[in-house]
């Protein structure tokens, strides 16, 4: 239920102002959760700093994009479940309109009788930005001799099985190596939590029936959702965490796009402001393109809608027993594992990546002053996203 002390405020302002955070968040989870800090904390004081970074640090152990999941949580709490609702659309669909337009990109080009090598250099800026992420994520992990073995060897594991099963094995090893590896007593100390089990219901009849349907038929808009619904419920943070996961699946599998489409709207969403998980639009629309423009958006929306339904959902779920779930340590122990296990699946899909890529010298330069740029914080994303675009023109 939300907040006693929220239930005078207007839900068209506080929609304004997650309007203002979605077109405002570029660079991922952790430059979102700033955005947020400024915007609904420091203007707004829709909640304290302290309740801020305890929804973050809720949203980073359930699976699903940790900044979505954060600001629903936000609009659970002003104004209830409807409200987290209207705060999601608010926040995920401006970019996820950009993206399924931009899924038409390489039609757009062949019509105009343009070289898709225009899009070269996209690839090589995005697997920059993978390679940044990496490394990011590999700082804040590798913290003992647990962590780097968990990272090493879910990078090899994963670097010789591509198939998607992988996935979600190895992070559940990782939770429960994390879990067995700690010296913390009463893990699983029992809370009276009393939560409301028909979100939780409806999030594993969704994941099982999809699963079973696809089985049963083949059709293929069914296929898109049930992948990216798997997507939604499988990974752990932000969406460069996803990219392993979805590269595998959607290229090296199903073959629904090349690896170069895949690093192109990979790497326009660098660009954009909001949630990285919308890149599932561009993806969805991608694998449709094919059967026309009415299914082409049709599978952009069940990219989208796929991806971020399970979050949603798991919020629903978990936020109204939030207080007593804190007093849960296993919880919180588990992503020691987690975390390490999705640092390697991101180092190996950068160096995937960049076999996919190739190493000529112009690619390899272009990454290297993709990474160059963002660790310098000297020139935002979306101006080098820009820069990479004129340069495939130009040259």
């Avoid at 059709?219 to 460069?240: H, N, W």
């Avoid at 996803?242 to 590269?247: E, H, K």
């Avoid at 990285?276 to 059967?291: H, I, L």
């Amino acid at each position: 239920m939300p907040d006693n002390t929220m239930s005078n405020i207007k839900w068209s302002v506080f929609l304004e102002d997650v309007l203002v955070c979605s077109l405002s968040a570029y660079g991922g989870p952790e430059a979102h959760v700033g955005i947020f800090l400024d915007q609904l904390v420091a203007k707004k004081k829709y909640l304290e700093e302290e309740e801020l970074i305890e929804l973050v640090g809720l949203c980073s152990i359930l699976p699903g994009p940790t900044s979505t999941q954060t600001i629903v949580a936000t609009g659970y709490k002003v104004g209830g479940p409807l409200l987290a609702f209207y705060t999601m659309l608010v926040w995920a669909l401006p970019v996820l309109i950009i993206m399924t337009v931009l899924s038409f990109l390489y039609q757009f080009l062949d019509a105009k009788s343009l070289s898709p090598k225009v899009l070269r250099y996209i690839g090589p800026m995005a697997v920059g930005f993978i390679v940044l992420a990496a490394y990011r994520i590999g700082r804040k992990v590798l913290i003992d001799k647990v962590t780097v073995s968990l990272f090493a060897l879910s990078a090899i594991i994963t670097y010789l099985i591509r198939d998607p099963w992988i996935f979600p094995v190895v992070l559940v090893l990782g939770g429960a190596v994390g879990i067995i590896s700690s010296k913390e007593k009463n893990l699983w100390n029992r809370v009276n939590l009393q939560p409301p089990w028909i979100y939780l219901g409806t999030f594993i009849a969704i994941a099982i029936g999809t699963i079973i349907l696809t089985m049963l038929w083949d059709i293929k808009i069914l296929k898109i959702f049930e992948s990216f619904y798997r997507y939604g419920y499988l990974v752990f943070g932000g969406g460069q965490v996803v990219v392993p996961v979805m590269y595998s699946e959607l290229v090296e599998i199903n073959q629904y796009m090349t690896s170069q489409e895949f690093l192109t709207g990979y790497g326009l969403v660098q660009g954009l402001p909001g949630p990285m998980f919308s890149f599932s639009a561009y993806a969805g629309g991608m694998a449709m393109r094919d059967n026309g423009t009415f299914w082409q958006v049709l599978a952009a929306a069940a990219g989208g809608i796929g991806i971020f339904l399970p979050g949603l959902l798991l919020i629903y779920f978990v936020y109204p027993v939030w207080e007593n779930m804190k007093k849960i340590r296993g919880i919180k122990v588990s992503l020691k594992g987690i975390n390490a296990v999705a640092g390697g699946l991101i180092t190996v899909s950068a160096i995937i990546l960049m076999n996919k890529n190739g190493y000529e010298l112009d690619y390899v330069a272009v990454t290297i002053l993709t990474i160059i740029l963002l660790y310098l914080k000297k020139i935002p994303a979306p101006l080098i996203v820009i820069g990479v675009l004129l340069l495939g023109f130009v040259i």
